[in-house]
């Protein structure tokens, strides 16, 4: 009669020890493979697609292609008559006919003639508001129109404008501007709860 001893027993434990990890690869590495390569998957072409928006941030910034800050937000010495020394947004350099974007899906609330603003148009969404001055008198969008974030609402406007009843806003030459401004460039004031804040807290 065939006896167990210790040897005996340690050569079967290796024995079945061996069949299940042979059993454990043959089932399990095939399932691993197939999910990994969701995540390991070399084809980044979803990138691309126009439903893809490689942004982190609460808002998009408005003048795609234009990012220099031509003046900051808060106290500032005023660049001509009737500026404000108390900027209540930021000015962005860009030249006249850039696309403006909507920062935020909202309703448009304005569009017109706005004082030191120049032509403007202001969009709301809850406690924020937004307004980009010294657009194109052209306007692309309509009061009471919804826009969606990114889509175009506007395009940087012309340093000279005429046919404004009474503007006071005028340049060196005599010749009347687009609200109180030196050049064509995006003036954008983002209020929150009716106040303004800097814009730059928010991209």
Partial sequence: MFKFNFFSISLISFICFIVILIISFCFFIPI?????????????????SPSFELSFSQFIWPTPGYTTITSPFGRRVSPTSGASTNHSGIDIGAPTGSNIVAIF??????????????????????????????????????????????DIIATVGPKNVYGVPNNPYKDSNGNPTNGATTGPHLHLTLKKDGKAVNPLDYF
């Fill in 32 to 48: 691993f493979q197939n999910d990994s390569s969701i995540f390991l998957s070399s084809d980044l072409s979803f990138i691309n």
């Fill in 105 to 150: 899906s909202g309703t448009v609330t304005y569009t017109g003639f706005s004082g030191a603003g120049g032509y403007t148009v202001t969009i709301k969404n809850g406690d924020y508001t937004v307004s980009f001055c010294h657009v194109s008198p052209t306007f692309l969008v309509y009061v009471g129109q919804h826009v969606n974030k990114g």
